[in-house]
T-cell receptor
């Protein structure tokens, strides 16, 4: 069965610092990979997705993620964090039939002024 | 922007009462998911519909939960009778199966069962 792990439960960074959130997945076929962000009291918003092609994908709000098949990873990065980026971040894996969609446990990001 | 609409946004009820949560998926989307989010369990998949047919509801307690799609514009999640352990935020998400399923989430329904 597919699974997603996010090793970091909570990360704190200073505003302006770089950020990397880790995501590892287990999936038997070609994965479709996603990062979602959830602000307090809100639903989940899609940041970016990987289906195929270039392994470095760009998303909204200045985020990017890199798919590394050899490491089964899809880490999320941002070169300079803004205070408004404080939120919960979820990595997810799915398939092309839309049925097997699994979320990781999430990483909570705090940003220091 | 097209959005998934969930009602109610907040619901406080007493144990034993029936609760119905509604979801209007994005027009044209053919998949609907119901998730439950709690601090302890994170995001749990409750049910999944494709073209209004339930394909997976293995995550749902069958004795008290039921999910339906009476038409393409409405999905419902019902709890009867409700229990305090059902207190959570319930999210509906819709998507379109066309190569890959990108989900759009609603804002959620926060349920408190006293």
């Amino acid at each position: 069965a597919q699974s997603v792990t996010q090793p970091d439960i909570h990360i704190t960074v200073s505003e302006g610092a770089s950020l990397e959130l880790r995501c590892n997945y287990s999936y038997g076929a070609t994965p479709y990979l996603f990062w979602y962000v959830q602000s307090p009291g809100q639903g989940l918003q899609l940041l970016l997705k990987y289906f195929s092609g270039d392994t470095l994908v760009q998303g909204i709000k200045g985020f990017e993620a890199e798919f590394k098949r050899s490491q089964s990873s899809f880490n999320l990065r941002k070169p300079s964090v803004h205070w408004s980026d404080a939120a919960e971040y979820f990595c997810a894996v799915g398939d092309n039939y839309g049925q097997n969609f699994v979320f990781g446990p999430g990483t909570r990001l705090s940003v220091l002024p | 922007d097209a959005r998934v609409t969930q009602t109610p946004r907040h619901k406080v009820t007493e144990m034993g009462q029936e609760v119905t949560m509604r979801c209007q998926p994005i027009l044209g989307h053919n998949t609907v998911f119901w998730y439950r989010q709690t601090m302890m369990q994170g995001l749990e998949l409750l049910a999944y519909f494709r073209n209004r047919a339930p394909l997976d509801d293995s995550g749902m307690p069958k004795d008290r939960f039921s999910a339906e799609m009476p038409d393409a514009t409405l999905a419902t999640l019902k709890i009867q009778p409700s229990e305090p352990r059902d207190s959570a935020v319930y999210f509906c998400a819709s998507g379109l199966v066309s190569g890959a399923n990108v989900l759009t989430f609603g804002a959620g329904s926060r349920l408190t069962v006293l």
